[in-house]
């Protein structure tokens, strides 16, 4: 189709524009109307009677000017997002009683010179998304001004061939939306048929009829428990949230994961922020495959709450504080809840036990021991003695999932007193004076800085039961206290 002898021009020269300035405030002396509001335009291609308008009142004049009638095409002039602005819906019938909102422009072809069915489809052309993304002006709302609203650019062919276009374009969507409502009957149908074997796997399905006595989960099949979540893990464990960079991150680099990560029950690495390179990473939060992620909080209700299996992931992106992540108990967390139990002081070699001696007490053969050692890999050691230890860094990992604190808000807690109070003192047997934690508590806080390269210690082999005798506070000290 040749476009050559189309004539461009503004909006204006081809209909009337009409900012409405209809409420939807009743007032006594006016006359009952129907109003046709910005949701109505928003969410339809088409104004017509079977549409439920709010009821309101107009003026005499405002009835005379904005009541519908065929061939007018409303758009959308202001709005919180610019990509709402400027969406049409066009009237093919009249609509007496029927007048344009607020918010709303009414345009009223010239017969002679444009087909308002053509208008409609014009309006959503990507040039005139474009004149209206750098026309439209804002900060918390966004909106066209009458002006630059007439000054749309439109490309427009004779009459007959803007009826002919019109004409086309509206048999092509019918056979479209037709496509798409048997897509998404038939994913309504598949939606259907996963729950239904979600509830068979999961719950038993035709076979559950023991009954639990929870309003949840009713019955199970016969031999079946129903438990808490927290009795049948380890742990629960949340990540993260530093202001971050809008970007994926590069190969090298350490990302945030957002809450959508985990929704709908399938995980999504692209779904994170780039940790700006200010920030140093938190390595213990890193997700591996095999990881259960749970999201914690969303947009939408309807997304708190769902799981997602981490089959295979991208190395260096961190649990976000919208997740949770679940601790699956195993060799390696007997093992480590041992030490963070037994412990006085939370250091290395803090217990040391003999191999033997442990596999009896945690009821595992030496052989499970020796592989929960490997999996707990710079976290706990065995010597070649068969003796078995913790290092300072399992405290810091484990703590608080068994010890009722975090290592990690202790640390920002004594970071902060660093940074922000020159009076805070530098000896750790000090700062329990003002804290009150102790040497188990507190020396795993300051195996966290230390061990994060976010403060310099002083170490000594008379320095009874602390990691240090003298903390100092950095550059890394003040960054690390203002990311959080």
Same mark, same amino acid.
């Given at each position: 189709?040749?476009?050559?002898?189309?004539?461009?021009?503004?909006?204006?020269?081809?209909?009337?524009?009409?900012?409405?300035?209809?409420?939807?405030?009743?007032?006594?002396?006016?006359?009952?109307?129907?109003?046709?509001?910005?949701?109505?335009?928003?969410?339809?291609?088409?104004?017509?009677?079977?549409?439920?308008?709010?009821?309101?009142?107009?003026?005499?004049?405002?009835?005379?000017?904005?009541?519908?009638?065929?061939?007018?095409?409303?758009?959308?002039?202001?709005?919180?997002?610019? %990509?709402?602005?400027?969406?049409? $819906?066009?009237? !093919?019938?009249?609509?007496? +009683?029927?007048? @344009?909102?607020?918010?709303?422009? &009414?345009?009223?072809?010239?017969?002679?010179?444009?087909?308002?069915?053509?208008?409609?489809?014009?309006?959503?052309?990507?040039?005139?998304?474009?004149?209206?993304?750098?026309?439209?002006?804002?900060?918390?709302?966004?909106?066209?001004?009458?002006?630059?609203?007439?000054?749309?650019?439109?490309?427009?062919?004779?009459?007959?061939?803007?009826?002919?276009?019109?004409?086309?374009?509206?048999?092509?969507?019918?056979?479209?939306?037709?496509?798409?409502?048997?897509?998404?009957?038939?994913?309504?149908?598949?939606?259907?048929?996963?729950?239904?074997?979600?509830?068979?796997?999961?719950?038993?399905?035709?076979?559950? %009829?023991?009954?639990?006595?929870? $309003?949840?989960? !009713?019955?199970?099949?016969? +031999?079946?428990? @129903?438990?808490?979540?927290?009795? &049948?893990?380890?742990?629960?464990?949340?990540?993260?949230?530093?202001?971050?960079?809008?970007?994926?991150?590069?190969?090298?680099?350490?990302?945030?994961?957002?809450?959508?990560?985990?929704?709908?029950?399938?995980?999504?690495?692209?779904?994170?922020?780039?940790?700006?390179?200010?920030?140093?990473?938190?390595?213990?939060?890193?997700?591996?495959?095999?990881?259960?992620?749970?999201?914690?909080?969303?947009?939408?209700?309807?997304?708190?709450?769902?799981?997602?299996?981490?089959?295979?992931?991208?190395?260096?992106?961190?649990?976000?504080?919208?997740?949770?992540?679940?601790?699956?108990?195993?060799?390696?967390?007997?093992?480590?809840?041992?030490?963070?139990?037994?412990?006085?002081?939370?250091?290395?070699?803090?217990? @040391?036990?003999?191999?033997?001696? &442990?596999?009896?007490?945690?009821?595992?053969?030496?052989?499970?021991?020796?592989?929960?050692?490997?999996?707990?890999?710079?976290?706990?050691?065995?010597?070649?003695?068969?003796?078995?230890?913790?290092?300072?860094?399992?405290?810091?990992?484990?703590?608080?999932?068994?010890?009722?604190?975090?290592?990690?808000?202790?640390?920002?807690?004594?970071?902060?007193?660093?940074?922000?109070?020159?009076?805070?003192?530098?000896?750790?047997?000090?700062?329990?004076?003002?804290?009150?934690?102790?040497?188990?508590?507190?020396?795993?806080?300051?195996?966290?800085?230390?061990?994060?390269?976010?403060?310099?210690?002083?170490?000594?082999?008379?320095?009874?039961?602390?990691?240090?005798?003298?903390?100092?506070?950095?550059?890394?000290?003040?960054?690390?206290?203002?990311?959080?």
């Amino acid at each position: 189709m040749s476009t050559s002898t189309w004539t461009l021009a503004p909006l204006k020269r081809f209909a009337e524009v009409m900012p409405s300035n209809v409420d939807k405030h009743s007032v006594d002396e006016e006359q009952v109307v129907r109003l046709c509001n910005y949701v109505d335009v928003y969410r339809n291609e088409r104004v017509t009677n079977e549409l439920d308008f709010m009821v309101a009142t107009a003026s005499d004049a405002q009835i005379a000017r904005f009541t519908l009638c065929a061939d007018d095409v409303i758009v959308t002039k202001d709005s919180e997002e610019p %990509t709402d602005i400027g969406i049409p $819906a066009y009237v !093919p019938e009249a609509l007496p +009683g029927v007048v @344009c909102g607020y918010h709303l422009a &009414l345009l009223r072809p010239f017969a002679e010179k444009i087909h308002g069915a053509f208008l409609h489809w014009a309006l959503q052309s990507a040039e005139v998304h474009d004149y209206y993304s750098t026309a439209a002006t804002g900060i918390s709302r966004y909106a066209l001004s009458i002006n630059d609203l007439g000054m749309t650019p439109l490309r427009v062919p004779c009459l007959s061939e803007q009826i002919r276009i019109a004409n086309f374009l509206d048999g092509k969507t019918v056979r479209i939306d037709a496509l798409i409502a048997e897509k998404e009957k038939l994913q309504s149908t598949l939606e259907e048929w996963r729950s239904a074997e979600f509830a068979r796997i999961c719950f038993g399905g035709v076979s559950a %009829t023991e009954s639990t006595g929870n $309003a949840w989960i !009713p019955v199970l099949p016969a +031999g079946w428990r @129903c438990a808490r979540l927290k009795h &049948l893990i380890a742990g629960i464990e949340q990540g993260w949230s530093p202001e971050c960079e809008a970007r994926l991150t590069d190969d090298d680099e350490w990302g945030v994961l957002k809450a959508g990560a985990a929704n709908g029950g399938i995980y999504r690495e692209t779904e994170h922020k780039a940790l700006p390179a200010s920030l140093a990473p938190l390595p213990e939060l890193e997700v591996k495959p095999g990881d259960v992620l749970v999201t914690r909080a969303s947009g939408s209700a309807d997304l708190v709450g769902s799981f997602a299996y981490v089959y295979q992931t991208r190395p260096h992106l961190m649990l976000s504080d919208k997740n949770f992540r679940l601790k699956f108990a195993g060799a390696d967390t007997a093992l480590a809840k041992f030490f963070v139990e037994t412990t006085k002081e939370a250091r290395k070699l803090d217990p @040391c036990i003999e191999l033997d001696e &442990l596999a009896s007490k945690l009821s595992l053969s030496e052989e499970d021991v020796e592989d929960a050692v490997f999996e707990l890999k710079g976290l706990v050691t065995k010597h070649q003695l068969e003796l078995i230890y913790p290092e300072e860094e399992l405290f810091v990992r484990f703590d608080k999932f068994w010890m009722g604190w975090d290592p990690a808000e202790d640390a920002l807690r004594v970071a902060s007193g660093l940074v922000n109070d020159e009076n805070f003192p530098c000896e750790p047997s000090e700062i329990d004076a003002i804290v009150g934690w102790g040497p188990r508590r507190l020396n795993a806080a300051i195996a966290f800085l230390v061990g994060r390269s976010l403060i310099k210690d002083v170490r000594a082999m008379d320095g009874g039961p602390w990691l240090a005798v003298h903390l100092m506070k950095t550059d890394a000290t003040r960054r690390f206290v203002k990311s959080r």
